[in-house]
Every structure is written in structure tokens, then in C-alpha cells.
């Protein structure tokens, strides 16, 4: 037994069809009674394959919702990084400086130079873009 909505699918694109055939035969028949110049009749024939294309990349490149990021509690858990860590993480990457995550969080940028230093280790990095980067790929961050 076939599905409601796939027969209204088979309907709707068995209508488009026929409309496309009729509109073209139409054309034909103006285009041979030199009712329409050739280069319209070239336009719309063009016009009707481009919105197909543009219809059908559309349709068949179509990517589901990405899934809401969950953080993954366990790597963070098992790295031993806190919860302020975590946050330095965050603002990190964010982009921000450390300056600008000393004032966010209300800390000294001593502070905040610990935190990452500490981040570098547990993480297994040197750099803040090997961090974000390993961070991301663990779950730890967005």
C-alpha cells in the first residue's frame, strides 16, 4: 500500500510534468508559426532548466539540522579540567585575549596565563589553536 503522502507527491510531480510538456509543445507551436522569436524561445527553455537545477540541488544537497551540541562530561571529567578551566576554554574560543577573559571572569591576567597553562597540559598542547582545536574534538567545547 502506498503512503498518503507519496501518492500526493507522485500527483504533484505527475501535474508538474504535464504543465512542462504543454507549456514546451506550446511554445513549439508559436515558435513554428514565428509567433515568438528564437531567442525567447531559447530563454524560456533556459529559465525552465535553471529553476529546475537550482530546485533539484536544492533537494537532493539538503543536510539535516545539525544535533544540539552536548558537552562531553566524561573527557572533562577524566582530564580533571574544572569548571573555570572550562570557561577559559570557552572564551578562548571565542577568540579573546587574555586580557579580555582576565576581565570577563573578574581575574587578574596572571590568573587567567595559570589557567591556560594548565588547559596546555591536561590537553596535551602547546599552542591556543592546538587547544581549541583538540577541545573541539574531544566535545569539550561548541
Known sequence: M??????????????????????????????HFR???????????????TALGIWMGHRLTRRPAPAAFEKNAEALSYLGISEREHEVLELLADGHSNGEIAKQLHVSPNTVKT????????????????????ARSLRLIP
Open 2 to 31: 502506498v503512503d498518503a503522502s507519496l501518492k500526493r507527491s507522485i500527483v504533484l510531480y505527475g501535474v508538474a510534468i504535464a504543465l512542462a510538456a504543454g507549456l514546451l509543445q506550446w511554445l513549439d507551436v508559436r515558435h
Open 35 to 49: 509567433l515568438l522569436s528564437t531567442e525567447l524561445y531559447i530563454l524560456v527553455i533556459a529559465a525552465g532548466f
Open 115 to 134: 589557567h591556560l597553562s594548565r588547559l596546555y597540559e591536561k590537553l596535551e598542547v602547546s599552542r591556543r589553536t592546538q587547544a581549541v582545536s583538540k
